[in-house]
């Protein structure tokens, strides 16, 4: 008799530079309608395994400190587990009365994404291979065209780093104004790279440019100053 083998239903993960899945949720700041509601604005989807998880706290902290700072970058934030929209609720109303730097609590002012049916989790590959009840910890940057640009994974026991995840979306908001790249550890203010050339005549005439905002390192890599 031939073996029968069962294949899971698994969705897709999204890649960079695909349409960020669609979905309709219930959050702590009611319905949304992804990408419809944020058209125009950046995003960063984050996910975490489960509410009051120690490491996330600290995460759902930095954030909403940091939320006036993503705000005036056009960027707006937005949190999901799959866990109820009650637990969300008590969770952020924990978070508000904890103090973590000595510089007094904060409030939640993002929506949190409550998954029960784990819906998103699935349609954005975050369902965990091992637990598969809990989401992993990712980061979707998406832009105001509602397009994935980034993508980051961070285990558990490992906080994000949220000045960096600022910095991926000053550095792709610079890519798209000025059609230029950004080095390593790039920071706004330091030189960025401009494209290669294609043509050997390109590459000499790079190289023989007396134009003094230009870095010239060799013919494929060149910077100019940022202004």
Sequence with gaps: MEEIKIVENIERMPMIGDPAPKFRAMTTM????????????????????????????????????????????????????????????????????????????????????????????????????????????????????????????????TGRNLPEIKRIVVALQKHDEDNVSTPANWQPGDNVIIGAPLTLEEAEARMASDDEDLVKYDWYLTMKKDK
């Design 30 to 157: 009611g319905k949304v309608d992804f990408p419809e509601d944020y058209k125009g604005s950046w995003v960063i989807l984050f996910s975490h395994p489960a509410d009051f998880t120690p490491v996330c706290t600290t995460e759902f902290i930095g954030f909403s400190k940091m939320a006036e700072e993503f705000a005036t970058l056009n960027t707006k934030l937005i949190g999901l587990s799959i866990d109820s929209l009650h637990s969300h609720l008590a969770w952020a109303r924990s978070i508000e009365t904890i103090d973590l730097d000595g510089n007094g609590p904060v409030k939640v002012k993002f929506p949190i994404i409550a998954d029960i049916s784990m819906e998103v989790a699935r349609k954005y590959g975050m369902l965990q291979t091992v637990a598969k009840t809990q989401t992993i910890r990712a980061v979707f940057i998406i832009d105001p065209e509602g397009i994935i640009r980034t993508i980051l994974y961070y285990p558990m026991s």
